[in-house]
């Protein structure tokens, strides 16, 4: 089984990967109820997105690929928690993994490149919001020192049902 598996890079990711990250995250947008996003985009209407994360600074996104194929197997960002100023020092961070890539600990690399990377920035805490239920992700989030904080209970609608979301910290 593990035989077939390659090497796994983890790097910031760039405009030649708007395609492939664009193409990921419409499957969790049709498909399941982890971003709250109801209609798919296309490259260029993510394309604003994936220029808020530089390469440099608190707004991060790093991409785990394939190393011989550089097939993207998921990413990791950091972006502004909310737009007043006395949240700069604070991030929203999330991590999407293909499908296909699960259970490859692709979300730990990710991650651990996320806030390594973020280690110099002037921040001081780190929230995610998760769509209940999902314990792969609230697994994923304590390991990394998440903190439960709260439920926003019924806080949004798609697929014709209302979803709860389940707040993590954590301090950077």
Do not use: C
């Not at 502004?80 to 999330?94: G, I, L, N, Q």
């Not at 651990?112 to 998760?130: M, P, T, V």
């Amino acid at each position: 089984m593990s035989s077939k598996r390659t090497e796994v890079q983890v790097r910031p990711g760039g405009e030649g990967d708007l395609g492939a990250l664009t193409d990921l995250y419409n499957h969790y947008v049709r498909e399941t109820p982890i971003t709250f996003d109801t209609a798919v985009f296309t490259p260029e209407e993510r394309r604003p997105w994936l220029l808020s994360h530089p390469e440099d600074g608190p707004h991060r996104l790093m991409v785990a690929t394939e190393a011989d194929t550089q097939e993207i197997l998921g990413y990791a960002t950091s972006s502004p928690y909310r737009a007043k100023r006395a949240y700069d020092t604070s991030v929203e961070v999330t991590v999407y993994v293909a499908p296909s890539a699960g259970g490859r600990g692709i979300g730990t690399l990710l991650y651990k490149a996320l806030f390594e990377a973020l280690a110099d920035e002037d921040l001081h805490r780190a929230y995610a919001g998760i769509a209940q239920p999902n314990e792969a992700s609230t697994r994923l989030h304590e390991r990394f020192g998440f903190r439960y904080v709260g439920t926003y209970r019924e806080v949004g609608r798609k697929f014709g049902r209302y979803w709860d979301v389940a707040w993590y910290e954590k301090d950077l």
